[in-house]
């Protein structure tokens, strides 16, 4: 079945510090892939996107690269600040209208 | 910006209880779902809603749960006898629009079931 399997967590980082957040997915067609964060007592708000294989999504100096060959949507950051604490959560769907399929979520803290 | 809306934001009640959980989506959104994240868990699909029916249900979504479009702007989703496992938080999101493919989501409930 379609599912996203998303790297455990947490993880702690210091500021400034390189992120990688490592998301695969298993899907039986053609989705689109997504980064959601939850901040502290929030809801899940949309980080950023790909729609097709080779599409990089980014915002807020985070992105994440379609790769169909090894079906992958890594998050990555070049320099974390403490206001990027948050829960991360990768997620897939297949098509508009349709259920999105979450990760487990991976939780960074980032220290000063 | 527009954005979905959910009351209340925390909700307490006894075991076999009903609930309504309450949602003003995006206005001009097709699409409604409801998910669910309980404690420490990920975020598990409970139902979609498009043209006033249930368009996909989760096998979490049994005959305990049900959902309505009362009006124009509501969507609710309402737990007919509570559980002490009902106990998560509840999210809604819509979608529909430009941006057709990606779901907006609330700011959740908190259901606690006692």
């Known amino acids: 079945g379609d599912s996203v399997t998303q790297m455990e967590g947490p993880v702690t980082l210091s500021e400034e510090a390189f992120l990688t957040i490592n998301c695969t997915y298993t899907?039986?067609?053609?989705?689109?892939l997504f980064w959601y964060v939850q901040y502290p007592g929030e809801g899940l708000q949309l980080l950023l996107k790909a729609t097709k294989a080779d599409d990089k999504g980014s915002n807020k100096g985070f992105e994440a690269t379609y790769r169909k060959e090894t079906t992958s949507f890594h998050l990555e950051k070049g320099s974390v600040q403490v206001s990027d604490s948050a829960v991360y959560f990768c997620a897939l769907s297949l098509d508009t209208g349709n259920q999105f399929y979450f990760g487990t979520g991976t939780s960074l803290t980032v220290i000063p | 910006e527009p954005e979905v809306t959910q009351t209340p934001s925390h909700q307490v009640t006894q075991m076999g209880q009903e609930v309504i959980l309450r949602c003003v989506p995006i206005s001009n959104h097709l699409y409604f779902y409801w998910y669910r994240q309980i404690l420490g868990q990920k975020v598990e699909f409970l139902v979609s809603f498009y043209n006033n029916e249930i368009s996909e249900k989760s096998e979490i979504f049994d005959d305990q749960f049900s959902v309505e479009r009362p009006d124009g702007s509501n969507f609710t989703l309402k737990i007919r006898s509570t559980k002490l496992e009902d106990s998560a938080m509840y999210f809604c999101?819509?979608?529909?629009?430009?941006?057709?493919?990606?779901?907006?989501f609330g700011p959740g409930t908190r259901l606690t079931v006692l």
């Open positions: 999101a819509s979608s529909g629009g430009i941006f057709y493919n990606e779901q907006f």
């Open positions: 899907a039986t067609g053609y989705p689109s």
